[in-house]
């Protein structure tokens, strides 16, 4: 989780090197093993070094093959042998990933993503043709902000390292505030919470030239028509080899950590990467970590995850949960949120990446299996019914009654439940919200707009296309992120790649992705019979309501706003949340908590920045005197 920084001066003006150098030391914290700058007259580039591969051992960045090539790249690029053969180049086995990169820009320029595979943030300069070529990965793993501010575009993978800039205003982006009060998250993926710094949507690239940007979608989720093979097995042995390939090339150590709980999902990626790392080294060292709950609620993650552990031979350790409080330790954890958070409990979630952290660099990951490996059957059934293809639809619809014992979904509930709920989103409008911003915003009209957008219909995996689109999955993986978490540890998900999910998209979804079928035929005999048939199911009560009964929730209840959130909310019209008992109306009343959190560390932040200038004036005064 390397750190990056550019900056353009658009009036041409000389990049300042002192603001570069303080933009990149800010970033010192996700990069502790190696820190440089280079800039040439209007344009710099800063980078801090996290290394976590052989090859990372002699890389340094920003790095160029010719001095008039730049790149800075937070990036490990996969499928490092095949992209190797494309660029025909000798002695290329052992150079780094950010080498791989600007070899291929070198070679097919912009088209250079059509053949790059991985996780991806960089910035590349090209003196000769005086532009410069931005870029985040397929699915956003790794974050990419930017900002066009005064006389100058300013560009990071950290959003706080971009607010370090003076022309970088405060101002918040009141429809992205809107957003997280409605949803608990901004749903613009090219947009932040302040006006004036944007996301980089993933997918897509940033080009500057001439005085002008652009950013252009360079990817979509592959919809061509399934794959139909002759023989079951074929099935299974192709998603083997992908996700042996998934795995692998997210190993590339001999100390790695699994995020692991007793679920099917994070057990099958310890399962292959154990396996993996068998092959690779003689001496290796894999761990698990998995968060448990023993008396807040009932949950048996510490029973199937240990069970899991013990039968694959790895050590695991485990993080109770029942003791933390909502938004304990908050002004600690959340230091480093640059945008409103709703999770009460992230000093759990940062207690867990620091365990992971304390062990290796590298941490595997189960997400995000529920979405690639399940999807309901109606559009499938649907797709075949349309086409005629009577035997196949006989045949799907007979495995699903037998295996699944119930009778195949046609959508006639989901067709009676909108006809009777025609506007099911109105109970969950949060009431609170400031009547005068509320209009201005048409924050009703924003709801209605996001609840209603229908599923895409053009696919047979319509759930899985609406995920993945989706702000929730894309912030997920941000929130992995060392710009987030200030950890030097790298969150890799095997499942979150470009040529396994292309591929289980590309499959029939009966039976094969059918409450994960594939993935049980794939594991069975490897992990124990308990987790291959353990069902799929919530947690049998939500923390956040247990943890929040009686004292726990009389000082959340009380809370004293910030000044700013008198714009947002009215105050008087919070509803308790002490004794609640419904989790939606408990999440939704406790944004504007969240959202005060956020704002009043905000104005800490302020005002320590204006006070350190004030002393940087009174030093500059003195030394004058």
């Known amino acids: 989780m390397s750190g990056i920084v550019g900056i353009i001066n658009l009036d041409d003006k000389p990049v300042s090197r002192e603001l570069l150098q303080q933009m990149t030391d800010f970033m010192a914290y996700r990069g502790p093993d190696g820190l440089g700058i280079w800039s040439k007259d209007y344009i710099g580039l800063g980078h801090t070094l996290l290394r976590t591969t052989q090859e990372s051992l002699k890389e340094q960045q920003p790095f160029s093959l010719d001095k008039e090539v730049w790149i800075t790249a937070d990036a490990r690029i996969d499928g490092r042998k095949e992209l190797i053969g494309k660029l025909a180049t000798a002695n290329l086995k052992d150079v780094t990933d950010v080498e791989l990169i600007l070899r291929a820009y070198d070679r097919w320029g912009e088209q250079c993503l059509e053949h790059l595979l991985g996780d991806f943030a960089f910035a590349i300069w090209d003196g000769r043709n005086r532009r410069l070529f931005c870029a985040r990965d397929h699915f956003g793993v790794k974050p990419f902000y930017y900002a066009q501010a005064g006389d100058s575009l300013i560009l990071s993978n950290t959003l706080n390292c971009v607010r370090l800039h003076p022309a970088v205003s ?307 993986f941000e929130r992995y992120d060392a710009g987030l978490t200030a950890e030097p540890l790298e969150a890799r998900h095997p499942f979150a790649d470009v040529r396994l999910i292309s591929y289980l998209l590309a499959i029939p979804p009966v039976p094969w992705c059918v409450k994960k079928e594939l993935l049980k035929q794939t594991m069975s005999g490897i992990l124990p019979e308990s987790i291959l048939h353990r069902p799929k199911s919530p947690l049998a009560a939500d923390p956040v309501v247990e943890a929040l009964r009686g004292r726990n929730a009389q000082w959340l209840t009380l809370f004293d706003p910030s000044p700013e959130m008198a714009k947002y909310v009215d105050r008087d019209a919070i509803s308790s949340v002490d004794g609640e008992n419904d989790s939606d109306k408990l999440w939704v009343n406790i944004r504007p908590f969240s959202l005060n959190c956020w704002l009043r560390l905000l104005a800490t932040a302020r005002v320590g920045k204006e006070l350190e200038e004030e002393n940087d004036h009174r030093s500059e005064y003195s030394q004058i005197v």
Not at 448 to 475: C, G, H, M
Request: glycine content about 6%; aromatic content about 12%.
């Open 170 to 476: 405060d101002e918040l982006d009141d429809q992205a505030i809107g957003d997280f009060l409605l949803f608990g998250l901004n749903q613009d993926l090219a947009t932040t919470s302040f006006a004036d710094i944007k996301r980089l949507p993933a997918a897509h690239y940033l080009t500057w030239s001439g005085g002008e940007a652009q950013v252009i979608r360079y990817w979509t989720l592959p919809t061509r028509e399934i794959i139909y093979y002759k023989r079951p097995g074929e099935y299974i042995e192709r998603f083997e080899e992908l996700l042996r390939e998934a795995v692998e090339d997210r190993l590339r150590a001999d100390r790695v950590c699994v995020s692991m709980s007793g679920g099917l999902d994070s057990t099958a990626i310890a399962a292959v990467a154990k396996a993996s790392l068998a092959k690779q080294f003689r001496d290796f060292d894999l761990h698990a970590c998995a968060i448990v709950y023993d008396r807040l609620i009932p949950d048996e993650e510490r029973s199937y995850a240990g069970e899991a552990a013990s039968s694959l031979g790895i050590p695991i350790q485990y993080l109770a949960a029942d003791d933390y409080i909502p938004y304990e330790r908050w002004d600690e954890v959340a230091a480093n949120q640059p945008e409103p958070y709703q999770y009460p409990f992230l000093a759990l979630s940062a207690d867990l990446l620091k365990r992971l952290a304390a062990h290796s660099r590298v941490a595997l990951t189960g997400w995000d299996g529920d979405t690639i490996l399940s999807e309901p059957p109606k559009a499938y059934f649907a797709s075949l019914l349309r086409q005629r293809r009577f035997g196949r639809l006989l045949t799907g619809m007979g495995w699903y009654a037998l295996s699944q014992r119930q009778l195949p979904p046609v959508g006639f509930r989901t067709w009676l439940k909108r006809r009777l709920n025609k506007n099911p989103v109105v109970s969950s409008y949060p009431t609170w919200l400031n009547p005068s911003f509320a209009k201005r915003m048409n924050l009703a009209g924003r709801w209605r707009q996001i609840n209603d957008e229908p599923l895409p219909e053009d696919t047979v995996r319509p759930y899985a296309f609406k995920v993945f689109s989706s702000p929730y999955w894309a912030n997920l």
